[in-house]
């Protein structure tokens, strides 16, 4: 099964670099204030355009209105929208219908209950993310650095399409990919050396774990 890889808060051209030249899929650029990983959408702009051809841009937002979006189309063109706030699902709607791009649909997972959450989605989002319940107190809502049990989603239905995101890093990788087989996996904070810098080495290092488990798996 073919394998999507984001590498997602990027704001250098380093770190671009090293995640197109690891095999990302698709790269994302964050749009939340409070996030130690934000760039200015001009920025993004800039920088997305290393990745045209290579890999799909993808615009991560938390709750943003039309007016932040609407900057945010004009100035980066992004490929795919990333709700990651408390979005509606008409919300989701209404985004997919102003600006004819597909949407994923990130929801935080600490237990199978929280899994039910995604149905009144479907048939809306193009995809979902499934990222670890914050910690008590934190400020973001994705980027923490944790992880969930991954056992939790064998209760998701069989066929959705989804990102599996949280806490990831070429140390575990493996595990992760064996106990859910995501067709998808997003990362960020674990290929960093602090808070929303980028490390080129964990980057190369994590692919370099993604390609050992998956050529493990094969054989």
Not at 94 to 122: C, H, N, S, T
Request: proline fraction near 6%; glycine fraction near 8%.
């Amino acid at each position: 099964m073919a394998l999507d890889i984001k590498i997602c808060g990027l704001k250098t051209d380093e770190a671009l670099r090293a995640a197109l030249a690891g095999g990302a899929s698709h790269v994302g650029f964050i749009f939340f204030p409070k996030s130690p990983r934000y760039v200015e959408p001009e920025e993004a702009g800039r920088l997305r355009q290393a990745a045209r051809g290579k890999a799909l841009a993808v615009a991560v937002t938390v709750d943003a209105d039309d007016a932040f979006l609407d900057r945010i189309m004009s100035a980066m063109a992004p490929d795919i929208l990333q709700l990651h706030g408390s979005e509606t699902p008409q919300r989701v709607a209404a985004v997919k219908a102003r600006y004819g791009l597909p949407v994923i649909k990130a929801f935080p997972v600490r237990e199978a209950a929280d899994l039910q959450a995604i149905e009144p989605y479907r048939g809306l989002a193009d995809r979902f993310l499934f990222d670890a319940k914050p910690p008590k107190g934190a400020e973001l809502p994705g980027g923490n650095g944790v992880a969930f049990d991954w056992r939790v989603l064998s209760a998701v239905a069989e066929g959705t399409d989804y990102f599996l995101s949280g806490g990831l890093n070429a140390g575990n990788v493996a595990d992760a990919l064996r106990i859910a087989n995501p067709s998808a996996i997003d990362i960020s904070s674990g290929v960093e050396s602090a808070p929303g810098v980028k490390d080129t080495r964990l980057i190369d290092a994590f692919f370099s774990a993604v390609e050992q488990a998956r050529a493990h798996r094969a054989a």
